[in-house]
């Protein structure tokens, strides 16, 4: 670990092992989020039934279980600094610039994680046409990157209000809701065989934008 | 107080002109009436957020609370004039489309300004200290700038792709009577002039507020 503040590549290594290492020792947010995924898509599925050829309802009924059980979970990573009171630690060695792209890259790999359980089970409970994997993969892989990006540029600004959790996903929703409007229309158009270049476009653009825009704000977010 | 009589004189004016002066538009009938109130209250709307947001940039800028006055103050005022904007929409929309609601782009947009800023006031409202709610707030305002754009001109385009546009767009041609602009207009005068008095109240207030925590 460098002493001084660092941007480096190495402190976002650093600060993305730390992460990954501290999740493994309790396993509470990915059970956690994973548990939530699971029990929203049985109701889901016990309530809806089959509904194989309406790709429009298992569309929107994916990316919701994702985004709700993401949501559980992803202010976590700030928060959890916050509550062990091992903030100022953090800020001691790295810029805020790079705990937040650890922490980006963490939530990206929590995100991945869910989705390897969370996808193959819904396609399992729920059916749906054959996927076109190609797109079926872009459309996951931007959609967890824009609300990976959101999520933790809010979950930053939340850890330091009272109530976090109740605030998260209010606070987050508008923020998410171009990302579900591109990933929904996306994963349908995929499943009805349709191009999804413009959904793609959307998702990486507005992904792309929240980056650039978390670089510029996350120095001012921690400053007492 | 004279000035605040004149404005409501101003508006008064602008209210009756709207219903007694102003012709009817063929294809909307009565409905037409609303168009006095609810187009300028939608732009004013807009004028708020976007008052927010500026201030909300120069607060990050310069550190000045008064920035942040501004800013929240147009942000709550904002949500005031949005609501009643939504809810004058949602009426003629029953009185011309058969529903209160049915996620028109326009409908769709203004509704995510609304959550937008719901939001951001919950935000300033679950933060504690003085400049630290200043700060996440106007942070939060930079992060929903860059999704107002997506949401309102992106999102739509391809998701709501089956909905027409509102019928601004047909009576938006040259034709249009030259008196419907006019009330309009004295219309929207007067409502953003209500809006940046009602704001000055409010950065006042803010601004006593800090003096008396000081003293």
């Known amino acids: ?224 | 107080m004279i000035l605040r009589v004149l404005l409501f004189l101003w508006l008064a004016a602008g209210m009756i002109a709207g219903f007694l002066w102003a012709p009817l538009v063929p294809v909307l009938g009565a409905t037409t009436r609303v168009f006095y109130f609810h187009f300028p209250v939608a732009l004013v709307t807009t004028l708020a957020f976007g008052w927010s947001m500026l201030h909300s940039a120069l607060y990050l800028l310069r550190r000045d609370l008064g920035h942040d006055d501004h800013a929240a103050g147009a942000a709550e005022l904002g949500l005031l004039f949005c609501v009643v904007a939504t809810v004058s929409g949602s009426m003629w929309a029953k009185a011309m489309w058969g529903a209160y609601w049915n996620w028109d782009p326009r409908e769709t947009s203004i509704f995510f300004l609304f959550l937008i800023y719901a939001a951001y006031v919950a935000l300033r409202a679950a933060v504690d200290g003085e400049e630290r709610p200043a700060r996440l707030a106007a942070v939060y305002s930079c992060i929903a700038f860059v999704a107002v754009p997506f949401l309102i001109f992106v999102v739509p385009r391809i998701y709501f792709s089956l909905h027409p546009d509102p019928l601004f767009n047909t009576r938006g041609k040259p034709d249009i009577d030259p008196r419907i602009m006019l009330v309009a207009t004295w219309m929207f005068v007067g409502l953003t002039a209500l809006f940046f008095w009602l704001l000055s109240l409010r950065v006042r207030l803010g601004r006593i507020e800090r003096a008396r925590q000081d003293a």
């Open chain 1, 1 to 224: 670990m460098p002493t001084g503040r660092s941007s480096s590549a190495g402190a976002i290594w650093a600060i993305l092992r730390k992460e990954c290492r501290s999740e493994w020792r309790t396993r509470y947010g990915m059970s956690s989020a994973l548990l939530f995924a699971v029990t929203t898509l049985t109701a889901v599925s016990f309530v809806t039934g089959r509904i194989v050829d309406r790709t429009d309802i298992l569309a929107a009924l994916l990316w919701i279980v994702l985004v709700f059980a993401a949501l559980a979970s992803l202010a976590h990573t700030f928060v959890r600094e916050v509550e062990g009171h091992t903030m100022t630690m953090l800020r001691l060695v790295a810029s805020p610039t790079s705990i937040a792209l650890g922490k980006l890259g963490f939530n990206l790999l929590f995100l991945m994680v869910l989705e390897v359980v969370t996808v193959p089970l819904f396609l399992v409970l729920m059916g749906g046409p054959p996927l076109h994997w190609g797109r079926f993969l872009a459309v996951m892989g931007l959609g967890s990157a824009a609300l990976a990006a959101a999520a933790t540029l809010v979950g930053a600004v939340i850890a330091q209000t009272r109530g976090r959790g109740a605030l998260f996903a209010a606070v987050s929703l508008p923020m998410l809701l171009p990302v579900l409007a591109g990933a929904v229309s996306g994963t349908r158009g995929q499943w009805n065989g349709v191009p999804v270049d413009a959904e793609l476009r959307l998702l990486a653009a507005y992904a792309a934008v929240l980056l650039g825009m978390s670089l510029l704000l996350y120095d001012h977010l921690w400053e007492d």
